[in-house]
C-alpha cells in the first residue's frame, strides 16, 4: 500500500510539473502573439498610423467598427484589408470578431461611448489626444476603467518623439539645466482645412461639442500632457488662457488661437496652441536656472547652457527612434497588454496623467470664456 501511494505522490508531482510545463509555454507563446485588435471609427485620420503599425507584426487588425461604408470601402483601398471584417456598430462586431483591444479613431466626444461598450467586456482601449471632451466624461471613463481592470490610454504623436525623452533625461535625470522654471510648448498648423483635412475629420473638428473645442483642445492637450509631465503630475496653482477667432471663415463655431499659462510654485508653462501657425510645429523649450533644452521636433535638440548675460555654450543632437516598443503607440500598447513592460504612474499615455491634462483644459477653456484665472483647488 505505501509503494502505491509513493508511486502517485511521484507520478502527481512528474503531472503537476509537466502541466506547469504547458502553462509556462502557452503563457510565453501568447506574449510574442500579436495582439488581437479592433478599430473603431475611421473618421479621424491618425488611423492611417494604426494600419501602418500593423506591418510591424506587433497587432494584427481582426475588426473595424464605422458606420460609413463609403468611408470604410475608401481607406480599404488604400490599405488593403478586406471589407468582411468591417461593421456597422459595436454590436456586430462583438457578436462576430474575437479581440482583445480596441483603439478608437472617431471623435473625441465619442471616447465615452467606447470605454462604456468595451470597457465591460473586458478590453482594453486606446484613444487618440486628448482623452475626453470634459471632465465629467473623462471621471466615469476612469471609473470604467478602474472597475473593470483595464489599461484606458491617450495617445500622443509627441509622445514617440525622442527628442522629448532626451529632454526629460537631460533635465530631470540629469539636472543639466537646473531646476525648471518655465516650460514653453508650441503646437499646431495653419488650419484644419488650410492643410486639407478630409470632409469626415473635418465635420467634427471644427465641432464644439464633438471636439470639445478648437485649437485650445486639439493642440492644447500637447502642452498639458507634456507640462504634466515634467511637473511629475503636479496640478498648477491656477490656470489663465486667451482664445482668439483669427479665421472665422473656416471655423465658425470654435476658436482657432489660444494662449495658456499654467500656475506651478516655482514654475510657469506657456501653451500655445493655433491653427494659425503658417509652418506646422511640434516644439518645447524647457528653461531652468543655467540652461535651456530645446526640443525643436521629433528628432533634433538643442542643449544651452549660459555664460553670460546673452551668451551661452550650444550643444546640438540628432537622435534616432526609440528602441521597440516605445518607438510606436500600438506596439507599446501590445507589450503593455502583455505585461512585457509596464507604464509609470505619470506614464504620457497614462490615465493619471490624461484626466490632469482634461481638468487644465476645461479650466483653461472656463477662463477664456469668463476672462478671469481658474484656481485648480
Known amino acids: 500500500m505505501r509503494l502505491i501511494t509513493t508511486d502517485l505522490l511521484k507520478f502527481g508531482t512528474i503531472l503537476l510539473g509537466f502541466t506547469l510545463l504547458v502553462l509556462s509555454c502557452q ?8 495582439l488581437k485588435i479592433a478599430v473603431i471609427g475611421l473618421t ?7 494600419f501602418e503599425s500593423e506591418k510591424r507584426g506587433d497587432i494584427e487588425i481582426v475588426g473595424i467598427v464605422e458606420s460609413n461604408r463609403a468611408l470604410a470601402e475608401r481607406y480599404g483601398e488604400r490599405h488593403d484589408y478586406d471589407m468582411s471584417i468591417v461593421y456597422a456598430n459595436h454590436e456586430a462586431l462583438i457578436e462576430s470578431a474575437s479581440f482583445e483591444a480596441v483603439a478608437a479613431f472617431g471623435s473625441i466626444y465619442e471616447h465615452l461611448e467606447v470605454v462604456q461598450t468595451y470597457a465591460p467586456l473586458g478590453k482594453h482601449i486606446m484613444v487618440e489626444k486628448p482623452l475626453a471632451v470634459s471632465l465629467e466624461h ?7 476603467a478602474r472597475a473593470n481592470d483595464i489599461h484606458l490610454l491617450t495617445n500622443y504623436e509627441t509622445t514617440w518623439y525622442p527628442s522629448n525623452h532626451e529632454v526629460y533625461q537631460l533635465v530631470k535625470n540629469e539636472n543639466r539645466v537646473g531646476p525648471i522654471r518655465k516650460i514653453v510648448v508650441r503646437d499646431g498648423h495653419k488650419g484644419p482645412k488650410k492643410i486639407g483635412v478630409n470632409e469626415e475629420f473635418l465635420s467634427w473638428l471644427v465641432d464644439p461639442e464633438l471636439n470639445g473645442g478648437g485649437a485650445i483642445i486639439d493642440f492644447g492637450c500637447y502642452g498639458a500632457n507634456l507640462a504634466t509631465w515634467l511637473m511629475d503630475g503636479q496640478r498648477p ?3 489663465t488662457a486667451i482664445t482668439q477667432q483669427q479665421q472665422p471663415e473656416n471655423n465658425p463655431l470654435v476658436d482657432d488661437e489660444a494662449i495658456i499659462l499654467l500656475d506651478y510654485d516655482t514654475t510657469v508653462a506657456v501653451l500655445q496652441p493655433s491653427w494659425n501657425w503658417p509652418i506646422g510645429r511640434k516644439d518645447m523649450g524647457v528653461y531652468g536656472l543655467d540652461g535651456v533644452a530645446y526640443a525643436d521636433n521629433r528628432n533634433e535638440l538643442r542643449l544651452r547652457m549660459a555664460t553670460g548675460y546673452d551668451t551661452f555654450d550650444e550643444q ?3 537622435l534616432s527612434l526609440r528602441e521597440p516598443p516605445y518607438d510606436d503607440p500600438f506596439s507599446f500598447f501590445a507589450a503593455l497588454v502583455r505585461r ?9 499615455s497614462g490615465l493619471t496623467n490624461n484626466l490632469l491634462v482634461v481638468e487644465i483644459l476645461e479650466a483653461a477653456k472656463e477662463s477664456a470664456e469668463k476672462g478671469v484665472a481658474v484656481t485648480f483647488k
Open 44 to 50: 479621424h485620420t491618425h488611423v492611417h498610423w494604426i
Open 340 to 348: 512585457n513592460i509596464e507604464m509609470t504612474q505619470n506614464d504620457l
Open 27 to 34: 503563457e510565453e507563446n501568447m506574449a510574442n502573439d500579436p
Open 237 to 239: 496653482k491656477r490656470v
Open 316 to 318: 546640438k543632437l540628432t
Open 138 to 144: 473623462a471621471l466615469e471613463m476612469d471609473s470604467l
